[in-house]
């Protein structure tokens, strides 16, 4: 049985379709990648299966329960968690209350405040300091840290390395090895086409609302990806 | 607002009359023809209740502009509603006007007046500009309680309208009362079809949006907290000349702003028909239920968080979307003309674009 | 001497001022809720311990073990089924909503006790006084009223800055939807905070009523005194809003002593003034809103 299922979702903003009939499954222990353009409804995609967006019409299974019914909290609670686009940390938090606010369903498992210190020591040297004065990169660990603190099943990342620097994004990358190892599920939605293929077990691409492209990486060619990824 | 902006916009004209606005103009015009001359032929308690649903509606017409068109949450609308009385005061009896000139005169003053308390009140926002507005009230309601040239805490009986005679004088404030219900209904179509109501259509989607177009928010705004103080002035000296003794804390009363919220609420906000339906609810319940004392505004108190909670458009919204051909159309459409970007749009004339 | 006294007076009376102005501004900052029908609520805990004492004979000060739970419960259900219904759509409907509240909390109260001023008796305890020197001599009990002014605020404070609750309403008020990503509950944490709200507003209101009368239409004049002491104060600041709280008081007693007329009229341009000159507040934090 899949972690994660979408059967023929569709998402709205008001009139406006984001999402056409989406379908996809993700599989326990795996790291699924999401690419697409800018626009191509891949933010859209995450804040529906965590529950900030309503899917009309389909439905969506965590591990085999029918959540779409369930608010973003109680989502969280079953083990959903998304690092959203732009980090949204809370400036008014210091890095240390940004992570404990991340325990608040209260989860147990691999993840604590030391282990999430031992991923990303950076945040432990500014654990006094208010996440507002983080670097960008800083601020990215602590929304991946504040999320891990959930003790996630499934982790959704949204453009983790959207605005750094490539060796703060290697960084960033270098550390999902060892969140997959904890038995995490990895969904990540990113732009950068590399990057995705580089880490992920399988992919899909989303163009304009609809996925134009699922599968293994080595099995996608350039030409079929550009193809997806452009619409030519 | 900048011209250039004509550059960047498609050709659009601003297109307001529907049928059943022009339908509704001939109405209206022909039912103040009729009504002018009911001094003539109407009974004293009927055009004293006259006086008072049309210089009701003007504050709530004042009040829609303010909070309906640009959400500007007012309740302190009382302090002109003092002023305009105490206005009146001071021209007919200190300064011997007549009230046809008193009234012009009070409203330049307080017109002024406003300005300098906009200094303050614009500072807030939302719900703290809703109380700094209060405040501003109770001031000028402490500062007249204080005032020995006005009477004081006691008040003031109007003298100066003497010499009309009761009749005569009730005819002059039944008259001004219609011109000022009729003509706040008019002002609140016509500035909607002007470029302030433009303004002030793209500043209720979005503030920042309509700033990136190139409006000035902060101007749009005071011009209608101007035009809405000075409004409500004006009502308040009508309703003064009808009731002639003015007394500082029934003049200044937070009721009038109740009485305000509550008529275009129950009406509908944000659009012209809202106050005119309210108005007319307002004063039906008024009349039915007046004898339950407390208990009637504890009603009237549940029907405005219901109304609000589950039919924000009030009444007269409930039935245009049951009867959606009835709308008198103040608000105002940009009719996009032949060149929409990529030529793509319909042709003049053809199922014109609601861009509102 | 009077002076003195005057302003030692406003000080102890600020106290006052600033538990009603938390509330207020909790709510605000909170759920971003300026809760019109906060004076009456207030002036409605007033009489929940009329009610109370009545009944048992007890000291209005313990039935506060009564009025606070009672009107914290008033709290989390007005919010959960009346006012979240108002978020999310601009500021009118909140707006509207709370005067509604208002003119029917204030029509009840009329209904159920007349128009008729009342008042709390705290027994002798009013009476005590702790004398300074031989011109100024300070009431034991508004002193008392300022050290729980001050131990709710300090209370508060600890919630806020020290525990789960206190972090869940900060990252609430900074950004709501990142906070349902973490798990949040926003409905349900906006209940609790209205809750706290109207425990600290029932302890400003009892303490008032054994300070001053009051009637049913008395609300207003409390919802404006709590603003203005936030304003003053500076937006969002627990211990600006202290400050906030004891500059009105210290400005109406003033105003008192100039006449008793122009108490309330003091405050107010005292507020115009802030308003005017620094309209952030007196004591306003430069970063880090606090709720
Ligand atoms: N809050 C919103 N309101 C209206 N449209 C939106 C909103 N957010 C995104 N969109 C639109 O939905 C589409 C998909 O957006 P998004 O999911 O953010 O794309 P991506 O994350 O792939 O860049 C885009 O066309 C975007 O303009
Ligand atoms: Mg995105």
Redesign the pocket.
């Known amino acids: 049985m899949s972690l994660l299922e979408v059967r023929g979702a569709s998402s709205f903003?008001?009139d406006?379709q984001?999402?056409y009939d989406i379908s996809l499954a993700v599989q326990e222990g795996e790291r699924f990648a999401m690419i697409?353009?800018?626009?191509?409804?891949?933010?859209?995609?995450l804040?529906m299966i965590a529950g900030l967006l309503p899917a009309r019409g389909g439905g969506i299974r965590f591990d085999g329960q029918a959540i779409d019914a369930l608010p973003t909290h109680e989502r969280v609670k079953l083990g959903v968690s998304l690092v959203p686009?732009g980090r949204r940390v809370f400036p008014s938090l210091s890095v240390e209350e940004n992570l404990l606010i991340g325990g608040y369903r209260g989860r147990r498992g691999h993840w604590g405040l030391g282990r999430v210190y031992e991923l990303f020591p950076l945040l432990k040297e500014r654990a006094r300091r208010s996440a507002a004065v983080l670097s960008g990169g800083e601020q990215q660990a602590l929304a991946i840290g504040r999320a891990l603190m959930n003790n996630p099943r499934l982790l959704l990342l949204?453009?983790v390395s959207l605005g750094l620097a490539p060796v703060v994004i290697r960084e960033l990358y270098d550390r999902l090895p060892a969140i997959a190892a904890a038995g995490t599920t990895v969904l990540i939605?990113e732009?950068n086409i590399d990057q995705a293929l580089g880490v992920a077990d399988r992919v899909a691409c989303?163009l304009e609302?609809r996925i134009s492209l699922a599968g293994r990486p080595a099995e996608l060619t350039r030409e079929a990806i550009a193809a997806a990824y452009f619409g030519i | 607002m900048s011209t250039t902006s004509a550059t960047a916009v498609p050709p659009f004209r601003v297109e307001s009359a529907t049928p059943a606005s022009r339908a509704a103009a001939v109405v209206g015009l022909l039912l103040l023809a009729v009504l002018a001359t009911a001094p003539a032929w109407g009974g004293s308690g009927f055009m004293k209740l006259l006086i008072e649903f049309f210089t009701l509606l003007a504050l709530a017409q004042m009040w829609n502009l303010l909070a309906g068109y640009a959400g500007l949450v007012s309740i302190g609308q009382q302090a002109f509603v003092g002023l305009g009385a105490y206005g009146l005061f001071v021209g007919t009896d200190r300064l011997g006007l007549h009230p046809l000139l008193a009234i012009p005169v009070l409203a330049a003053v307080i017109a002024l007046i406003a300005l300098a308390t906009s200094l303050f009140a614009f500072r807030l926002h939302g719900g703290y500009f809703a109380i700094g507005t209060w405040v501003i009230a109770e001031v000028f309601r402490i500062l007249v309680s204080g005032a020995k040239e006005v009477g004081a805490g006691n008040g003031v009986t109007i003298q100066g309208a003497a010499f009309l005679g009761p009749q005569g004088r009730l005819a002059l404030t039944y008259w001004l009362a219609l011109g000022v219900g009729f003509g706040s209904v008019i002002l609140v179509a016509w500035i909607m079809r002007s470029r302030l109501g433009l303004a002030l259509r793209a500043l209720r989607d979005s503030e920042a949006g309509a700033e990136s177009l190139g409006i000035d928010v902060f101007r749009t705004k005071l011009a209608v907290y101007l035009i809405a103080s000075v409004g409500c002035a004006v009502a308040g000296a009508i309703i003064y000349l009808s009731l002639l003794r003015i007394q500082p804390n029934a003049a200044f009363s937070v009721d009038w702003t109740a009485r305000m919220i509550f008529i275009v609420i129950i009406g509908g906000l944000g659009r012209i028909e809202g106050p005119i339906v309210g108005a007319l609810v307002f004063i039906g319940l008024r009349e039915t239920l007046a004898d339950f004392g407390s208990l009637y505004l504890v009603i009237l108190g549940v029907v405005a968080i219901g109304l609000t909670l589950l039919a924000p458009r009030g009444l007269w919204g409930l039935f245009v979307a049951r009867f959606p051909m009835v709308s008198f159309g103040a608000q105002p459409r940009l009719v996009m003309g032949a060149q929409t970007p990529g030529g793509a749009g319909p042709p003049p004339g053809t199922t014109p674009t609601e861009v509102a | 001497m009077e002076w003195v006294n005057a302003v030692i007076q406003g000080t102890l009376l600020g106290g006052l001022y600033a538990l009603l102005a938390t509330g207020l501004s909790l709510a605000f900052g909170v759920m971003r809720l300026v809760n019109l029908a906060h004076g009456d609520l207030n002036i409605l805990a007033a009489y929940l311990a009329l009610v109370v004492v009545t009944a048992t004979g007890a000291n209005p000060l313990v039935g506060l073990v009564a009025v606070v739970p009672v009107m914290m419960v008033i709290g989390f259900l007005l919010q959960r089924v009346l006012l979240n219904f108002a978020l999310g759509g601009g500021v009118l409907p909140p707006v509207l909503v709370t005067f509604g509240i208002a003119v029917v909390v204030q029509n009840v109260l009329l209904d159920v006790f007349s128009a008729d001023s009342q008042g709390l008796d705290a027994g002798p305890l009013e009476n005590a006084s702790v004398t300074l020197t031989d011109q100024i001599s300070v009431g034991f009990f508004p002193l008392l009223t300022l050290l729980v002014a001050v131990g709710v605020l300090l209370g508060l404070q600890f919630v806020v800055s020290r525990t789960q609750l206190g972090r869940a309403l900060r990252a609430t008020s900074d950004d709501t939807e990142a906070a349902r990503i973490v798990g949040i509950d926003h409905r349900r944490l906006y209940s609790i905070a209205m809750a706290i709200s109207l425990g600290t507003v029932a302890v400003a209101g009892v303490f008032l009523g054994i300070r001053t009368t009051f009637g049913p239409s008395d609300g207003p004049q409390r919802l404006i005194f709590a603003f203005e002491s936030v304003i003053i104060g500076g937006l969002g600041s627990l211990w600006g809003t202290l400050v906030g709280g004891v500059a009105l008081g210290v400005a109406q007693a003033v105003g008192n002593q100039v006449n008793p007329a122009y108490q309330a009229l003091a405050g107010h341009l005292l507020f115009l003034a802030v308003l005017a000159f620094r309209p952030s507040g007196l004591f306003a934090r430069r970063t880090a809103r606090q709720v």
């Open positions: 903003y008001g406006f984001a999402l697409g353009s800018n626009g191509a409804g891949k933010s859209t995609l804040r686009e949204d453009e939605v732009q989303l609302g």
